[in-house]
């Protein structure tokens, strides 16, 4: 018989808008200037996740806050390890001197993808500051990359999977361990 992993809720729907509400309060309490944010999304989760936080932001503000995303895959370290995607083409949408950058991901594991998208980012131009969000953070980190915003730490064995979903594409809302 095959092993099947039992899945495992980290946060419900109702959990996961609450910890939206909270990051997007903890941006708007730190970020003194809107108008100089660009949230950025990671592929693949990250993307959709800026969406939501920018749609949580204009809500709470009135600001419409800009977007963009970097694609990190050709700045990895370890990309005979972890292999290689599809290709999300890269979009800033403006000059990044002088911006406050939040940089979003699903989940943080290794660090490696934040220090690729870091080192993505920064071949287009120098930002006032960089700064993180996760929705997860899993431990197991093997560079000292810790985020600014987390919505929740998990501590999991390297085997195991988190995954984020959302419902305009996975019909579902949550965070689950796998």
Known sequence: MP???KRIT??????LRKTLSRLTSEIIEKVKNLDNLLL???PTRGVDLAKVLEKELFSETGLKIK???IDPTFYRDDQNRVGTRLIKATDIPAPIEKQEILLIDDVIYTGR????????LYSWGR??????LVMVDRGHRELPIQPD???TRVRTSKK???????NNIDNEEGVFLE
Do not use: H, Y
């Open 149 to 151: 915003f987390c919505g």
């Open 113 to 120: 993808t934040i220090r690729a998208a870091i080192d993505a």
């Open 3 to 5: 092993n099947k992993t």
């Open 40 to 42: 950025v999304g990671i």
């Open 160 to 166: 195991q999977i988190i995954s984020l979903r959302l």
């Open 127 to 132: 930002p006032r500051r960089v700064m993180l």
């Open 67 to 69: 977007k963009g995303i």
């Open 10 to 15: 980290i946060l419900t729907e109702v959990e």
